[in-house]
């Protein structure tokens, strides 16, 4: 069992950055693939990052390429989605999620482990 949870969600003008952080507790955090997901308004969950075990390899949704970036510090037991350059579009809720596997997912259903999430809104 794993125990996520996230912070660092707010309200951010267009153009902004933020960084989200997901701190896990439980099983050794080096065991889990990390992923970030976000649910906007009537819409659905969808991919956004992840980062395999040792923070070597990382995976993104075009929409975010170049704009956000996913890390993780193993010895810290967190992992983070750093937000540049945010748009109106990025507004949802933002989910950190942890998966029993060693290879990258894009996909909730490959994922184990959800935290509650967290609010990020972009204004104009």
């Known amino acids: 069992q794993v125990r996520l949870i996230e912070s660092g969600g707010g309200l951010v003008q267009a153009g902004g950055s933020l960084r989200l952080s997901c701190a896990a507790s439980?099983?050794?955090?080096?065991?889990?693939?990390m992923g970030w997901f976000r649910q906007a308004p009537g819409k659905g969950r969808e991919f956004v990052a992840t980062?395999?075990?040792?923070?070597?390899?990382?995976d993104y949704i075009d929409s975010v390429k170049g704009r956000f970036t996913i890390s993780r510090d193993n010895t810290k037991n967190t992992v983070y989605l750093q937000m540049n350059s945010l748009k109106l579009e990025d507004t949802a809720v933002y989910y950190c999620?942890?998966?029993?596997?060693?290879?990258?997912?894009?996909?909730?259903?490959?994922?184990?482990?959800w935290g509650q999430g967290t609010q990020v809104t972009v204004s104009s």
């Open positions: 439980g099983r050794p955090f080096s065991f889990y693939v």
């Open positions: 980062i395999s075990r040792s923070g070597g390899s990382t």
């Open positions: 999620a942890a998966r029993q596997h060693f290879a990258l997912a894009t996909r909730e259903w490959e994922y184990n482990y």
